[in-house]
């Protein structure tokens, strides 16, 4: 999980050693949870949140956003590629109209090619 606490940390000029002491546990520990290596328990989070003056939740950053955020992408993408099927398929039974289509799919494309470069 990943958390705040050496940005925390160096704000109020606590170095790891101060804080595992304040916290009642060894600066290894502060070490590998401020790397990512580890989560501490529910008891410790908050200890940890109240010594930095936090609450928990701003403390640790929770990734389950970031995977409801990739399935709503998925879902778009998904969405976007039919939507653009459909489009080339108007493109093929009218083509006089073949530029105006031509554009539209060139700008979908543009921005599923952007949406998936950034996921």
């Known amino acids: 999980m990943k958390n705040r606490i050496a940005q925390l940390r160096k704000k109020q000029r606590y170095s790891q050693a101060k804080l595992a002491e304040a916290a009642h546990v060894t600066w290894q520990t502060i070490n590998v949870i401020e ?14 949140a109240k010594i930095l003056e936090v609450t928990v939740d701003e ?3 929770y990734e389950g956003e970031k995977m409801i955020n990739t399935k709503k992408n998925i879902v778009y993408v998904t969405l976007l590629t ?10 093929f039974i009218y083509e006089n109209n073949s530029i105006f289509f031509l554009l539209i799919i060139i700008l979908l494309e543009l921005g599923y090619i952007a949406l998936v470069s950034n996921s």
Request: no cysteine; charged share 10%.
């Open 35 to 48: 790397n990512d290596k580890y989560d501490p328990s529910l008891g410790l989070a908050f200890q940890l």
């Open 82 to 91: 039919t939507f653009m099927f459909v489009l080339l398929n108007v493109f």
């Open 59 to 61: 403390l640790f950053l």
